[in-house]
């Protein structure tokens, strides 16, 4: 069995060891793991201190970006983005409306279709603990020069891509 100086020295990337030009992309992967950490912590301290279960604010944080984004979401595609089976989904909602960061509605154009919509109180908690954070991001890439900004706009575009095609692989 390897030391576990060893295992230290040795990052698990296809099973192999690190080369001298791949030092600087691992040590952006560990970077990137640790923000990872460190933001589902985060989001799970908020989540356990309001009441919530992790799935609900992945499920406010769905919401809120298809509202910026002007796009109705269904019970049925909330429960898809998120994996959730209906029965799953259903439980989610019901959770949600009855502590009063959701609410169901008709949609205008087709009154058998039910969309949701988060609540503002939601929205105000959420701003009162992450609104902090979040602009402190902005600070930071507000300090970098457009060509920067573009760099990381790109290579974050290419990480979410990689991810989200790994989870649809399974």
């Known amino acids: 069995m390897p030391s576990p100086i060893r295992l230290a020295e040795r990052d698990i990337v296809g099973g192999v060891t690190p080369t001298d030009k791949s030092a600087d992309g691992l040590d952006v992967v560990r970077q990137l793991r640790a923000v990872s950490t460190e933001l589902d912590l985060l989001a799970a301290g908020f989540a356990q201190r309001n009441g919530l279960h992790p799935t609900d604010l992945r499920a406010l944080v769905c919401l809120l970006d298809a509202a910026r984004a002007r796009t109705p979401v269904t019970p049925g595609s909330l429960g898809a983005r998120l994996g959730l089976n209906s029965a799953g989904t259903t439980s989610l909602v019901d959770r949600l409306e009855r502590l009063g960061h959701v609410?169901?509605?008709r949609d205008p154009r087709d009154r058998r279709r039910v969309l949701l919509e988060v609540d503002e109180r939601a929205v105000a908690l959420g701003e009162a603990y992450f609104g902090p954070l979040i602009a402190q991001v902005a600070d930071a890439a507000a300090q970098l020069a457009e060509p920067?900004?573009?760099?990381?706009?790109?290579?974050?575009?290419?990480?979410?891509?990689?991810?989200t095609a790994r989870r649809e692989d399974g």
């Open 103 to 105: 609410r169901r509605t």
């Open 148 to 163: 920067e900004l573009a760099a990381v706009r790109r290579f974050l575009a290419s990480v979410l891509e990689g991810v």
